[in-house]
């Protein structure tokens, strides 16, 4: 299936897993258009992807500003005049020394405005392009740490990570993820959350698989078929468990 002549807007891909996400997606064929806060960083990655031959641009995006958002939405429709994938990256964890008890809740306000909300005012304002798209897709960027059967007590796999905020906020992504797809069925668009597992980024400290192994899953999900899946949570082996 071609993907010619389609476009994708990718938030926070001005590097790791996002930009890789957005240089995929543009190998593909698609014209890819990356969200950024900042315009040099926006441009510098747009312009590393033409470099390569690809089709990149930018637009300047803050998820936590509703009429950041709102505008990012009225220049897709001036300049492109459809969107066909949305991927919403961009995501922030500021708890990483503390514990529950502990937890900060300024710091989690502001990780739920990005990470929740902002996801939400993405979504809620680009939904109209996205309803005119043959095929609409919708990739929420989640993690395993988000799913209560992996980090849930004593013998999950993931019950080692006690990061409240931003743990709990990729556990409301996947909720989000759910709900938007039960409103969106029966619809062309699809929607569904990436588990791209520890990668090597600034968000992780470095640690982990490389950004193009964790971007696999997202454009699997960003690519998918008409009789591909919705309203689920998956990593690069398949399904995970809420």
Not at 34 to 61: E, F, M, N, T, W
Request: aromatic share 4%; charged share 20%; net charge neutral.
């Amino acid at each position: 299936m071609t993907e010619a002549g389609r476009v994708a807007l990718v938030t926070g891909a001005t590097r790791g897993i996002g930009f890789e996400i957005a240089r995929g997606l543009a190998e593909h064929g698609m014209r890819v258009v990356i969200g950024a806060r900042d315009p040099a960083s926006g441009q510098k990655a747009a312009k590393a992807l033409c470099d390569r031959g690809l089709d990149a641009h930018y637009v300047i995006i803050d998820v936590t500003d509703r009429a950041s958002v709102q505008a990012a939405a009225a220049v897709l429709v001036d300049r492109f005049k459809r969107l066909d994938v949305l991927v919403n990256n961009a995501g922030i964890s500021l708890d990483k020394h503390s514990l529950p008890s502990t937890a900060d809740l300024d710091e989690m306000r502001r990780v739920y405005e990005t990470n929740v909300f902002g996801v939400v005012a993405v979504i809620q304002s680009m939904l109209p392009l996205l309803r005119q798209s043959d095929r609409g897709r919708i990739v929420n960027m989640s993690t395993g740490l988000g799913s209560l059967a992996l980090t849930r007590g004593p013998d999950g796999p993931m019950a080692f990570s006690r990061l409240l905020a931003y743990n709990s906020s990729k556990t409301a992504l996947n909720a989000v993820t759910v709900q938007f797809a039960n409103e969106l069925a029966g619809t062309p668009i699809k929607i569904n959350a990436a588990n791209p597992g520890l990668c090597a980024t600034e968000l992780s400290g470095g640690k982990g698989q490389s950004p193009v192994a964790g971007a696999k899953v997202a454009l699997s999900l960003a690519l998918l078929d008409a009789d591909g899946p919705t309203g689920g949570l998956f990593g690069e082996g398949g399904p995970v468990p809420w």
